[in-house]
């Protein structure tokens, strides 16, 4: 598989990306995304950093996160194309985050994942995150979040 991982900014994801990536598929759906919303990951993430996994010409993939958040780094969010999921390429994200990670000073990452997201629990604590708090009704009613953290050993 010809997978890159690039780093860069939201502003080099194209919206017609994210809407593939993003629409139709959970737990956007229950969230209600729509193309309005896609618009606004690229307005809202300028000052965060990303990385995009492409492969051949194609955007397959992206993760942002923020470099400031209690003592260490956050993921915002991570999506893979609905039809390049399952054959490793959020792993290969995720190891690319970390390994960025590993070499700053604050080696622990934190993550959101939806009560219902039970394959992202299930791809996040065979990666080590454990949970360390819920967050009830956090975005819609009725829909916790757990909050998922990796301390990383050096
Ligand atoms: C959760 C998500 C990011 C995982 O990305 P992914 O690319 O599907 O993940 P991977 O392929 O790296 O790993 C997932 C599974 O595929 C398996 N896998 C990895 N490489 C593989 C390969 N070469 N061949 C077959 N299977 C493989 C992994 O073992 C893993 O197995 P598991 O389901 O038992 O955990 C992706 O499913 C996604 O975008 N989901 C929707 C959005 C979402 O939930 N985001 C997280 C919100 S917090």
Do not use: W
């Not at 593939?20 to 606004?40: A, H, N, Q, V, W």
């Not at 039809?83 to 390429?89: A, L, P, W, Y």
């Not at 960025?100 to 065979?126: G, P």
């Not at 708090?133 to 916790?144: E, H, P, Q, V, W």
């Amino acid at each position: 598989m010809k997978l890159k991982i690039l780093r860069s900014h939201t502003r080099h994801l194209r919206v017609r990306d994210i809407e593939r990536i993003m629409l139709g598929s959970e737990p956007f759906r229950t969230y209600g995304f729509d193309k309005k919303s896609c618009r606004k990951i690229i307005n809202n993430n300028r000052k965060n950093e990303i990385l995009i996994a492409k492969l051949k010409n194609d955007i397959v993939g992206f993760a942002i996160y923020e470099t400031t958040f209690l003592n260490g780094y956050y993921l915002k969010l991570i999506a893979i194309d609905p039809s390049q999921r399952s054959i490793g390429i959020g792993n290969k994200l995720m190891t690319a985050l970390e390994n960025e990670i590993l070499k700053k000073k604050k080696k622990v990452l934190y993550l959101c994942v939806t009560d219902f997201n039970r394959r992202a629990q299930k791809f996040y604590k065979k990666r080590g995150y454990k949970k360390v708090g819920r967050l009830t009704n956090y975005a819609k009613k009725g829909i916790d979040e757990f909050l998922m953290r990796k301390v990383f050993k050096t």
